[in-house]
């Protein structure tokens, strides 16, 4: 048939990908600007004394610090699922989970223990949904580095600016439609589950059992060697930088959330429409830095994207240092726009790099790359939550994310020669390491006195009861 293996196909899956990726990002961030609308207290009021000193109280951090904390958890399941039986049947069931969500939501009253709930399912739909789509797009393209596969992620990860865009529109129509607006993502789900099941497949483009050399060659890759390339995985400190730099960067944002509409309301005398243009503004500041991103990426070679990724960081750490200390709202506005403009210059790049360390030296693990890379990214919305009540306090909480985030670009240094097949690891740390796939190396050192020692390949043989 010539749809499964055609354009048709291609178009599809990338859309519906981008799809997923965009409508988390939504349901996400519809609830930012609603949170003063709700009653956090039994007397009714919702200007609690959390409220009243401008910082978001403690029930508000922990319904964000819910959905941080069921991601973590299901993580990794979803990498090795999608591993073993394929990208979209992940996919298909973090849908599932937003179609229930949405109907929570909207059928609902909100109040803080629905908005708990459906927390701990926005975990479970991000899990499953966020870095399992972009693998879903990069495990199309494979290898191949093209103009196209760099516009296509640049694309996908405007998906903040869907973050920001839903907290504008969602301000502005819940004085209409109240609960019942979240009852409007019912449709795009239902579309994006169809496109789904119309591209199904139970295994990925980079086969599980396969794995490609440099002059071509498929060989097959035993059960063994898997476990050994998983562990590899675990253990790769490029990998393990960019997972960092996704928890530091993003903690910014994941304080942000829960806080920055209570802070707006107090300091500028602001409420929900003020909050909701605000970050309006900056998802059109993602949509730029996304635009800047694209060309950026096809100028500079692969050499200098470790540069990129450090003067981006830079920018996204700086705003936060200075935006506390802002006069008015206009210049907390363009403080946060810097930001959002920096974190997404940040985010584009670095999932480029996470995408080439997968095809390059673990394509048999290549979803449990993402979703390593992931448990930075959602271990950001478990602490960030935590964070927001001394967020704009006297402690200044947000000064520091942003300090963390400038020393955090020192480290990009390492993410130098990212498409190397031979990348830094923890693993060469321990005396025994595979050299091939039937032997050992057996590597000893001693600093102390100059001898050298021959290398003995060693053949163990294991006895299965």
Known sequence: MYFYGGMYEKWLRITSSIGCLYLDCCMHGAIVPLLTEMQWSQSGNATISGLSKGTAPLSVAA?????????????????????????DIVILFGLLCATLKCLLYGLTTLTPLILLANRSLQGVVSAFTQTMAMARITDFYGSTSSFECTIVTGVAMCKLSFNLFASLFVGELFRYLNSRVFLLFLPVEFGLIVCVLLTFRTENFHKKEETRSDDGTITLVDKKKRRSVRWGALFDVQVLIISLS?????????????????????????????????????????????VCCTFVLETFSKDFT?????????IAGLPLVLVKFSPSLTVASLCLAVYFFGLQAARVILITMCSTVAVTRYPEAYSLVFSLVNLGWSGAFLVGPLLAPPLF??????????????????????????????????????????SSDDGYQLVATNENSQITFDLQRVMIQTIEH
Not at 306 to 314: A, G, K, N, P, R
């Open 63 to 87: 319904t964000f610090f819910s959905a941080g904390m069921v991601e973590i958890l299901f993580s990794p399941i979803a990498g090795l699922v999608a591993d073993r039986w394929g990208l």
């Open 393 to 434: 306090g006297s402690s200044c909480t947000i000064c520091m994310i942003g300090v963390a985030c400038i020393l955090t670009a020192l480290l990009a240094f390492f993410l130098r020669n990212i498409d190397s097949k031979d990348g830094l690891s923890f693993m060469d740390c321990f005396c025994v390491k595979a």
């Open 306 to 314: 470790w540069i990129f990724c450090t003067v981006s960081l830079f």
């Open 246 to 290: 996704f928890l530091v960067m993003n903690l910014g944002q994941a304080a942000l959330d829960p806080s920055l509409a209570i802070w707006v309301e107090y300091v500028f005398g602001e409420g929900t429409v003020a909050s909701a243009h605000l970050l309006g503004l900056c998802g059109f500041s993602v949509i730029l830095s996304a």
